[in-house]
T-cell receptor, first 111, second 112 residues
Framework: KQEVTQIPAALSVPEGENLVLNCSFT??????LQWFRQDPGKGLTSLLL?????REQTSGRLNASLDKSSGRSTLYIAASQPGDSATYLC??????????FGKGTHLIIQP | NAGVTQTPKFRILKIGQSMTLQCTQD?????MYWYRQDPGMGLKLIYY???????DKGEVPNGYNVSRSTTEDFPLRLELAAPSQTSVYFC???????????FGPGTRLTVL
């Protein structure tokens, strides 16, 4: 059974800092890994999708890396802004039976 | 495209009542999923479907039923609601397993 751990569980930093959110998973037999953002009381917004054959994906100030063999992914946020405050969820999977989610990293960016 | 839509947004049930959570997608996706999210926890898969007429259990299927008669709709049925089913329910869809999953806004259910 896939187990997903996200570290840290919570993070509060001043605006402008560069951040690294970590995700580890136990079963490396995945098709892809998605990073999502969840705002309080809202649904999930897909940020980045990394296929199992890829090492990283970039979108604006976000960069996600994947090391499938070691069961690790990182989400790098450059020049953080207060609007980045949210919970970030890591979800490996991509097979027909869906994704497995971590508990998330709750991020607060202080103005 | 509206994407993935869910109704209702909120619902309060009494113990033992039943209800159906509706999910519709307009992206012609074959794969659809139901997840639940308890406070402070990650999402857990309840049921999924790889096409009309095909459904399968996820990690936490007990107390729920699904059907998939069309590509667009994937309703989740709760029979004999219990307090343990208090949660936020998310429906998702994707065009293929390895593709991006798109999520609906969720249904917040409270069972008292």
């Amino acid at each position: 059974k896939q187990e997903v751990t996200q570290i840290p569980a919570a993070l509060s930093v001043p605006e402008g800092e560069n951040l690294v959110l970590n995700c580890s998973f136990t079963d490396s037999a995945i098709y892809n890994l998605q990073w999502f953002r969840q705002d309080p009381g809202k649904g999930l917004t897909s940020l980045l999708l990394i296929q199992s054959s890829q090492r990283e994906q970039t979108s604006g100030r976000l960069n996600a890396s994947l090391d499938k063999s070691s069961g690790r992914s990182t989400l790098y946020i450059a020049a953080s802004q207060p609007g980045d405050s949210a919970t970030y969820l890591c979800a490996p999977g991509g097979g027909a039976d869906g994704l497995t989610f971590g508990k998330g990293t709750h991020l607060i960016i202080q103005p | 495209n509206a994407g993935v839509t869910q109704t209702p947004k909120f619902r309060i049930l009494k113990i033992g009542q039943s209800m159906t959570l509706q999910c519709t997608q307009d992206m012609n996706h074959n794969y659809m999923y139901w997840y639940r999210q308890d406070p402070g926890m990650g999402l857990k898969l309840i049921y999924y479907s790889v096409g009309a007429g095909i459904t399968d259990k996820g990690e936490v299927p007990n107390g729920y039923n699904v059907s998939r008669s069309t590509t667009e709709d994937f309703p989740l049925r709760l029979e004999l609601a219990a307090p343990s089913q208090t949660s936020v329910y998310f429906c998702a869809s994707t065009g293929g397993g390895p593709d991006t999953q798109y999520f609906g806004p969720g249904t917040r259910l409270t069972v008292l």
